[in-house]
Nanobody, 121 residues
Framework: VQLQASGGGLVQAGGSLRLSCATT????????MGWFRQGPGKEREFVAS????????SYADSVKGRFTISRDNANDAIYLQMNSLKPEDTAVYYC???????????????WGQGTLVTVSS
């Protein structure tokens, strides 16, 4: 079972990036999925989550209105569209999967390996 995150990179403040997370080994179409991040010297924090149907999403206050989470159950993938990026968004971004209550508590069953996003000022 693997979650493979990709799409990170270096971008200037105000720019955009789209992160992807592909899953292999099992299907996650029945699981809530989410994105977390860990900035330099900071604890890992919740960024966004999406229900198994895609009908319900949740965002951290710090990214509301700038980030959009989506999923493609046919291809077992989720995405994070990040717009109007700020230097404080610099972090390693992790995708995750599991029951919604575990996602909400920051303890999902499965973690991806992370992809680095660096936003320069």
């Amino acid at each position: 079972v693997q979650l493979q995150a990709s799409g990170g990179g270096l971008v200037q403040a105000g720019g955009s990036l789209r992160l992807s997370c592909a899953t292999t080994g099992r299907t996650f179409s029945s699981a809530t999925m989410g994105w977390f991040r860990q900035g330099p010297g900071k604890e890992r924090e919740f960024v966004a989550s999406i229900s198994r149907s895609g009908d319900s999403t949740s965002y951290a206050d710090s990214v509301k209105g700038r980030f959009t989470i989506s999923r493609d159950n046919a291809n077992d993938a989720i995405y994070l569209q990040m717009n109007s990026l700020k230097p404080e968004d610099t972090a390693v971004y992790y995708c995750a999967a599991g029951p919604s209550y575990l996602i909400a508590h920051g303890t999902p069953d499965y973690w991806g390996q992370g992809t680095l996003v660096t936003v320069s000022s």
